[in-house]
């Protein structure tokens, strides 16, 4: 099991990257040879190969936390646990470090639990667990949390823009199928919905 906290610099134990991420790997007694192209390929997933021979602590927060995760991707770990892993990042590392989580995720060899007092990044989750005032106030798989009546509710706090502006449509009685969760399925689902009636309007407005 890999883990990934939410303070990077916490983890990093090397004066050079490389060093850093090939570290649990020579706990491991791994050969050298075997061990430089884990080292390599783990780098090259997380973005950060350019930076081998860099020293950690001075890389943006994002960076080393992408250090720390080549590492526990070097180790092949099957689980892996994000603990508030984006909460001390700017807006840019947070989003480039979701978005490998998701390409992690969807890579299909691994179990991720990732925990956010975010609900705009829990709802990137395939399953949900949310827990409200140390009770289980939800789980289940994404879809049946967007076909409740868990999205209104306040103890959550506030959603996301696209998922206030997909309730909204849903209220107004737009046939929003559950599961939409960007604005680009949105656009496509409003799209296939309307497109038809978009077309007999266009034919249907006097020429001029």
Do not use: W
């Amino acid at each position: 099991m890999g883990y990934i906290f939410s303070h990077p610099e916490n983890q990093i134990v090397s004066s050079v990257v490389e060093e850093d991420v090939a570290f649990g790997l020579e706990n491991m007694g791994m050969d050298p040879c075997a061990m430089a192209l884990r080292v390599q390929e783990s780098l090259q997933i997380v973005g950060m190969e350019k930076y081998r021979f860099h020293s950690p602590h001075l890389l943006s927060g994002g960076q080393q936390q992408k250090v720390v995760l080549a590492g526990i991707l070097a180790m092949e770990s099957e689980i892996f646990v994000f603990d508030e892993a984006t909460s001390m990042l700017d807006l840019q590392d947070r989003e480039e470090i979701l978005d490998l989580i998701q390409k992690i995720q969807a890579q299909g060899k691994r179990t991720v639990l990732h925990i956010t007092h975010s609900l705009e990044e829990a709802l990137r989750a395939q399953d949900l667990l949310i827990l409200n005032h140390g009770q289980i106030f939800f789980y289940g798989p994404l879809v049946n949390f967007f076909s409740g009546d868990y999205l209104p509710d306040s103890s959550l706090g506030v959603l996301p823009p696209i998922f206030r502006l997909i309730q909204g449509l849903r209220d107004r009685g737009h046939p929003i199928p559950p599961g939409v969760r960007s604005l680009e399925e949105l656009k496509k689902i409003l799209k296939t919905l309307y497109s038809s009636s978009a077309v007999l309007l266009k034919r249907n407005v006097p020429a001029v």
